[in-house]
T-cell receptor, first 113, second 114 residues
């Protein structure tokens, strides 16, 4: 059964720093991996989707990498800003139940001005 | 244009009441989902519909019943609400045959049962 883990659960860094969020999954047979952002009391915003055949995806200051063999993905945020403060979630579609997403618990990121 | 919309955004009600949350997607997707996010912020699948047929029914109480009048809508009915039903409910949609399995989410409905 697929399990998704995100470490650390919370991270606080000064503005301007580059940072890396981690996501690991137990079953390397995945279709893709999605990174989401959730602001307090708000909905889910899809940031990046990496297909299983891809190694990385980039969007602005965000870069997501995928290493299926090791069951890991990282989300790299360059030159962090206070507006990046949010909870970041990763998820993979289940391979056996019509692609329901299996979620990590998220990393709560705080960027200090 | 809103891709996946949910109504209401906030719902406050008393124990024992029956309520519904509506979801609509205008993406032409054939699969829709309901997820529940509990107080610990963990997301779990509740239901999924593909072309108006239920394809997932996780172990949720039978007080929860999804209804899909057409493939653009997946509504969630909840009977005899309990305090533990308080959570944020997210609707999502995807297109199964595109091979990407990317899911698009609505803004969520925050349900508070008092």
């Amino acid at each position: 059964k697929q399990e998704v883990t995100q470490i650390p659960a919370a991270l606080s860094v000064p503005e301007g720093e580059n940072l890396v969020l981690n996501c690991s999954f137990t079953d390397s047979a995945i279709y893709n991996l999605q990174w989401f952002r959730q602001d307090p009391g708000k909905g889910l915003t899809s940031l990046l989707l990496i297909q299983s055949s891809q190694r990385e995806q980039t969007s602005g200051r965000l870069n997501a990498s995928l290493d299926k063999s090791s069951g890991r993905s990282t989300l790299y945020i360059a030159a962090s800003q206070p507006g990046d403060s949010a909870t970041y979630l990763c998820a993979v579609p289940s391979m056996d139940s019509n692609y329901q997403l299996i979620w990590g618990a998220g990393t709560k990121l705080i960027i200090k001005p | 244009d809103t891709a996946v919309s949910q109504t209401p955004k906030y719902l406050v009600t008393q124990m024992g009441n029956d309520k519904s949350i509506k979801c609509e997607q205008n993406l032409g997707h054939d699969t829709m989902y309901w997820y529940k996010q509990d107080s610990k912020k963990f997301l779990k699948i509740m239901f999924s519909y593909n072309n108006k047929e239920l394809i997932i029914n996780e172990t949720v109480p039978n007080r929860f019943s999804p209804k899909s009048p057409d493939k653009a809508h997946l509504n969630l009915h909840i009977n005899s609400l309990e305090l533990g039903d308080s959570a944020v409910y997210f609707c999502a949609s995807s297109q199964r045959d595109r091979g990407t399995y990317e899911q698009y989410f609505g803004p969520g409905t925050r349900l508070t049962v008092t």
